[in-house]
């Protein structure tokens, strides 16, 4: 009698009741502080260590310090606005795609408007060749 009731649990809740799956019925995660300390470096060190040496040589030492300090904290405030579109903010439920947090953040009409925006500047950003390349001389 107990399997059954644990079953009509399951299904009348749709969550899955033990230790490999979360509160919302999906696998735990297994991550820890570290790996989330090496994607956030990669992702945020990665591509400003590139920059690093033009953006000092273009705005010199103080100008270049007080941007890169700038840009920190920008980052730090986007950073913490990200983690606060981690839930839903009426429900709770855990968002799983960023697209999930837009929706849930803006609601349906102003998540197509913010979609239609991100893919087009991402196709203004891609330089895209009508043309074909010149023939290499030799």
């Known amino acids: 009698m107990q399997n059954g009731s644990t079953l009509s ?39 400003g260590v590139l920059s690093l040496a033009w953006c000092f040589a273009q705005l010199g030492w103080l100008a270049g310090s007080i941007t ?32 999930d947090a837009v929706k849930s953040n803006l609601g349906k009409s102003r998540s197509l408007y913010s979609i239609h925006t991100s893919f087009s500047t991402l196709l203004n950003v891609m330089p895209v060749s009508t043309t074909e390349p010149a023939p290499l001389k030799g």
Not at 14 to 42: C, L, Q
């Open 68 to 99: 890169i300090v700038l840009f920190s904290v920008i980052t730090l405030y986007t950073s913490l606005l990200l983690t606060e579109c981690y839930r839903d903010p009426v429900t709770g439920a855990r968002n799983y795609t960023y697209m």
């Open 9 to 47: 649990t399951t299904m009348e809740s749709g969550y899955r009741h033990s230790e490999e799956f979360d509160d919302d019925g999906r696998i735990k995660r297994t991550g820890s502080w570290t790996n989330a300390t090496a994607h956030i470096i990669t992702a945020v060190i990665g591509s």
